[in-house]
Every structure is written in C-alpha cells, then in structure tokens.
C-alpha cells in the first residue's frame, strides 16, 4: 500500500548496515526485530509514528517488553504503540475474522455436494 502511495519502503534486520541512520528517515517504522528495547530515541525521527510488533519475555524482571524503548521513543514520536496491548488486539481479530472466512467457504463447499 505504501509503494503504491509512492511511498519509499525498506525491510531491515538487525545485521543491516547503517540501521540506526535508516530508521531516522522513516516516517512510520515499524518494528519487529525480536530483541527487547533496541530500538531507542536516537532511531527515530522526530514526529514518527513508531508501531511495536515485538514482544519480549524480561527474565530479569518477569515484565513484557516491545522492541521499542517506550518511555524513550515518546520523546520523539507522535504515536506509538504499547507492549502489550498495541497490535495483539488486531492480530486477534483478524484471526476471528479469517476464521469465519474460512468456516464460511468450508460450508458453501458442503452445501455444493
């Protein structure tokens, strides 16, 4: 969708070279990189709209941490999502919502027969 807008788009891991400076032009990131907090104030562009799809086990502290360094990504993005509770609701009903697609074409198919 955004390639269509004539957007510029880029898929990163964290073995790309120059990540931090590639992060800092992005307008929306998103993030699933799969490492807690590695990505802090100094990838983000100033008025960015940070989406968090990462979620980390912090065994050191038993909490739930995103890829995003939260309280220091608000300092410079206009919106960003929370670990948890941002993208999960989403994911969730997409999948009720997949799960009735596919129901329903299973039973059309019965109903052929």
Same mark, same amino acid.
């Given at each position: 969708?955004? *390639? ?21 032009? &992005? *307008? ?8 807690? /907090? ?13 989406? *968090?799809?990462?979620?980390?086990? *912090? ?9 995003? /360094? ?31 697609? &596919? ?11």
């Amino acid at each position: 969708m955004i *390639d269509f807008k004539n957007g510029k788009t880029f898929l990163c891991n964290e073995t790309t070279k120059n990540l931090k400076s590639l992060c800092q032009t &992005a *307008d929306i990131l998103i993030v699933a990189i799969g490492r807690s /907090h590695l990505v802090d104030e100094g990838y983000i562009k100033s008025g960015a709209v940070v989406i *968090d799809v990462g979620i980390n086990y *912090d065994e050191t502290n038993g909490k739930i941490t995103g890829d995003v /360094h939260f309280e220091q990504a608000l300092k410079k993005a206009s919106y960003l999502t929370p670990v948890p509770g941002g993208v999960g609701p989403v994911t969730v009903a997409m999948l009720m919502v997949n799960t009735y697609l &596919a129901a329903k074409i299973h039973y059309e198919k019965i109903l052929q027969t």
